[in-house]
């Protein structure tokens, strides 16, 4: 039932018993929120890349967004509950990109908190960004309808300065940001988004500079559900 259900007693020997079930309604209805949301909707989210020496439109940053699901513990950490949402972008010639809005049902008992949702940005030669949505310490997030805080807004990314081997300790720090690509089968909902981790991690490679960054072989270790795609299918000829 919605939040807009009632109880109707439509007989007087039903009364006690319709009394006692409206009662539980009414205070079940708050509870609804403890476990996360039932349903949870995204707004739209676009906004523009710039180089940030030039300001010029940067094309081609691959820019991938989840959206976390967690459970809170006594001690006030997170438990990490698998994702909502999984999507990817790529930023034309103006330097934009897009994700449409969507609506899903929750299946889970965990709640969107300040990755809702999260959003990484990457492309080779630049220093990684990521975002969250940074709420007030202590704020409880509610509401079925969740925004980006970069939504409109011009993101500018920094050209590295240093060398191979210090770009790929920059780029290290980005597996804590992409955890998410190991959980079932979300790799795969981020094509472009591997695919360009995966170009990286073989020039370090071919440099012999060593890399945490994921890959297709990282993928291909893992233990996937039979229900993911074929990494070598999915891949296939892409991986140069």
Known sequence: MGSGASIQCKEPRWSLRCLAQGLLFTALLPLSACGGM???SAAPIEAWVVDADTNAPLEGVIVAANWQLVSGTLAGGEIPKGQ?????????????????????????TGELRDKDPQIV???????????T????????VIGVRRESKLNKQTVKLEKFKGD????????DSISIDTHFLEEECNWA???HFLLELHKQYWRFRSARISSGLPSLESIKALKNSPNCPSPDQLFKGREQ
Do not use: C, I
């Open 164 to 171: 191979q081997k210090e770009y790929s300790v920059h780029l």
């Open 121 to 131: 940005m990457f492309k080779s030669g630049y220093r990684y960004r990521g975002f």
């Open 38 to 40: 039932p349903v949870y």
């Open 84 to 108: 909502l949402m999984v999507m990817e972008a790529v930023t034309d010639k103006d330097g934009r990109f897009y994700f449409e809005g969507w609506t899903k049902v929750n299946l889970t």
């Open 133 to 140: 949505n940074e709420y007030p310490v202590n704020q409880v």
């Open 189 to 191: 909902k981020v094509p």
